[in-house]
């Protein structure tokens, strides 16, 4: 990613004997700034945080494949992590320094909260970006779309949210999930037994374990646990229509431009290049760190953002 600098230019006035305007042109050209001597003036917000500290708080998840997860050396990894650290990038140009990322473990309830307190400079999960969170938070453009669904064992009599009534069914406290399962149940009258969970992970064994007879979330965040679930993915499916529509963003502190335009930018210039691409291929259609893949092709919605975004305009 080309740095912008921007430097005043240095004037020469007047009309000098040859020899002064000789050493007047030396001098100038040696005072001049080196390039990544120092940053923009006026910093605020995140980026005069990270400029002043030299380090920046990403937050990851543990269990949400592919987008941001734990590999099998307890480092984080996936989709979100990649196209959260191209931003990284893209600050550091911003503010002329390299930082140092420190990884913090988020949950679904606990990740807006340390975006609001500063904690975590910018959230890289599966974060589904809509009107109420924005009223506390900022959101990339968009980065996926999903919606909700159930995962059963196979042979379960389950197959659409109506089957779910009276049923035990799991849901990762905190997720958009569990606001529409609670709004499905109310509406439709189903006596669902909703089970929260703290994270998707525990969802996925609730299932598993015969605690639960369905698990709700995203559609996608279920294949990848199937597709992670040690040789068992036989054994579950997905079923039923989308319950709810889910566009995801890298999530950051609201009421900071400077950081906003930074983000904004960052994701043109990924989009224009190829670069969110790459990533979706690599993670959703290419064999994970595991062995195991999604084979999950970029739906039209996705594209059609992504060919927006390249164009200046962000979804």
Not at 11 to 25: D, E, I, K, M, N
Request: glycine share 8%; hydrophobic share 40%.
């Amino acid at each position: 990613m080309m740095t912008q600098r921007f430097w005043a230019a240095l004037a020469l006035t007047g009309l000098l004997a040859a020899g002064s305007a000789v050493w007047a042109q030396d001098e100038a050209q040696s005072s001049r700034p080196v390039a990544g001597d120092s940053a923009p003036a006026a910093l605020t917000g995140t980026l005069a945080k990270v400029r002043n500290t030299g380090t920046i708080a990403l937050g990851y998840r543990e269990a949400s494949v592919p987008f941001s997860y734990l590999s099998a050396r307890r480092e984080p990894i996936g989709y979100s992590i990649e196209l959260c650290k191209s931003l990284v990038s893209a600050i550091e140009d911003a503010i002329n320094r390299s930082v140092t990322i420190q990884w913090v473990p988020v949950t679904p309830e606990t990740r807006i909260d340390l975006v609001v307190s500063g904690r975590v400079d910018l959230e890289c999960g599966s974060t589904t970006s809509n009107l109420e969170r924005q009223k506390r938070v900022a959101f990339s453009p968009v980065i996926f779309v999903a919606g909700t669904k159930v995962m059963v064992k196979k042979g379960s009599p389950i197959s659409s949210f109506r089957d779910l009534a009276g049923r035990k069914v799991a849901v990762t406290a905190g997720t958009t999930n569990e606001n529409v399962m609670r709004v499905l149940d109310q509406k439709f009258k189903l006596g669902i037994k909703l089970q929260l969970v703290p994270d998707h992970a525990q969802g996925f064994a609730q299932v598993a374990g015969g605690e639960a007879d369905a698990f709700a979330t995203d559609d996608v965040l279920l294949y990848g646990l199937i597709a992670e679930s040690a040789g068992k993915g036989s054994e579950y499916q997905v079923v039923g229509d989308y319950l709810s529509y889910d566009p995801y963003g890298i999530m950051f502190r609201k009421d900071d431009p400077e950081l906003a335009q930074v983000v904004k930018d960052a994701f043109q210039e990924l989009a224009a290049d190829g670069e969110i691409e790459r990533q979706y291929k690599r993670w959703f259609l290419r064999r994970l760190p595991s062995g195991t893949s999604l084979n999950l092709p970029m739906s039209q919605q996705l594209e059609s953002i992504i060919q927006t975004m390249a164009g200046g305009e962000a979804e």
